[in-house]
């Protein structure tokens, strides 16, 4: 499961064959591939933006959306109590980093999947228990 471009000139991809067998059981299961969504607009976290905002993490996903609403009605982020402003910091102890970010590790599990998300909520460092919904697209 490697794609090389000729043209490319080295350049390629390849797909984990883990991610391919998921995909393989879901459409098998549900007749479509199924997406996790956990339902929050965020900032990667980086030293630029701990300056900027004033916060003591430089790493980590801040829940932050244009004029508020980062936390999108009825989500599982929302239902679990993330709030806009928060920075969450891991999720199952993996940490949130530029390399790897909120987007990668929560697309590593299954919708209905429970996962543990430490976050800091004003100084204050607390897990929050949330299952994962199915994201649908529009």
Do not use: C
């Amino acid at each position: 499961n490697t794609a090389i471009s000729e043209e490319g000139y080295g350049i390629g991809f390849a797909i984990p064959a883990k991610s391919i067998q998921r995909m393989i059981d879901d459409v098998v299961l549900y007749g479509y591939v199924r997406h996790p969504w956990l339902g929050v607009q965020y900032l990667q976290l980086d030293a630029y933006y701990a300056e900027e905002f004033g916060l003591s993490v430089s790493e980590g996903a801040y829940v932050l959306g244009d004029g508020g609403g980062a936390v999108f009605e009825g989500s599982p982020a929302e239902i679990g109590g993330i709030q806009d402003r928060d920075i969450l910091l891991r999720i199952d102890g993996v940490e949130i980093t530029q390399e790897n970010t909120l987007s990668d590790i929560v697309s590593t599990y299954q919708p209905e999947d429970m996962v543990t998300i430490t976050l800091m909520r004003e100084g204050a460092v607390f897990d929050l228990f949330i299952e994962l919904g199915e994201y649908q697209s529009e």
